[in-house]
């Protein structure tokens, strides 16, 4: 259990922070960079949860406590010896990647396919899952681009890519099933 007596800790004065296994690293790396784009996307979940009701929200709560999952693997590095550990690395699994796909599919299916590009807005809660749409596409590319350099759990990245289309199918659901989707109009304003 973590245990936080004292919120600042002057260790990162100079530009350093301790990844999850101990080891520093500069506060602009890219695994830095990548776990803190994780956390954005949460707080940008935490706003639209401010528009949602019912299963959504129950839906959107799970998804916060995965992105939690999903910062603490990103931030303890892939080792070899992870079995060796003081404790085992908290590692995001298939079985998450796997829900999501089955909600997806779930509100997919009430959904009238479309026929043009849709902008992000409409309801509160739908531009709200729009913004979370571009913020988890975001900490996907970066985790991408991470895993160029160090090892990344797969599951993590699969995670990410299913997260923003999750909530781009969710933003159509908040437009009253799609019938509020804002479509875009190809070169309307020529």
């Known amino acids: ?47 639209a949860r401010l528009h949602a009701t019912g299963e959504m929200d129950e839906q959107l709560a799970r998804i916060q406590n995965d992105l939690f ?38 509100m997919n299916a009430r959904l009238a396919p479309l026929r043009s590009f849709i ?13 979370c749409r571009t913020v988890s596409r975001r900490a996907e590319r970066l985790s991408v681009e991470l895993a160029t350099m160090e090892s990344v759990n797969p599951a993590a990245v699969k995670y990410l890519n299913r997260l923003s289309d999750w909530f781009f199918v969710a933003a159509r659901i908040a437009n009253d099933d799609g019938r509020d989707d804002v479509l875009w109009v190809p070169g309307a304003n020529r």
């Not at 085992?88 to 298939?94: E, F, H, I, S």
């Open 69 to 106: 999952d999903l910062g603490a693997d990103l931030c303890r590095p892939e080792m070899e010896k992870d079995a060796e550990a003081d404790y085992p690395p908290l590692r995001v699994a298939d079985s998450q990647v796997a829900r999501l796909e089955s909600e997806i599919d779930a």
């Open 119 to 131: 902008l992000p807005g409409g309801s509160p809660l739908a531009a709200h899952l729009h913004l």
């Open 1 to 47: 259990m973590v245990v936080l007596n004292k919120i600042y800790t002057k260790t990162g004065d100079h530009g350093e922070t301790a990844l999850g296994n101990g080891a520093r690293v500069a506060k602009h790396s890219m695994r830095v960079t990548a776990y803190g784009t994780v956390d954005e996307t949460n707080a940008t979940v935490g706003l």
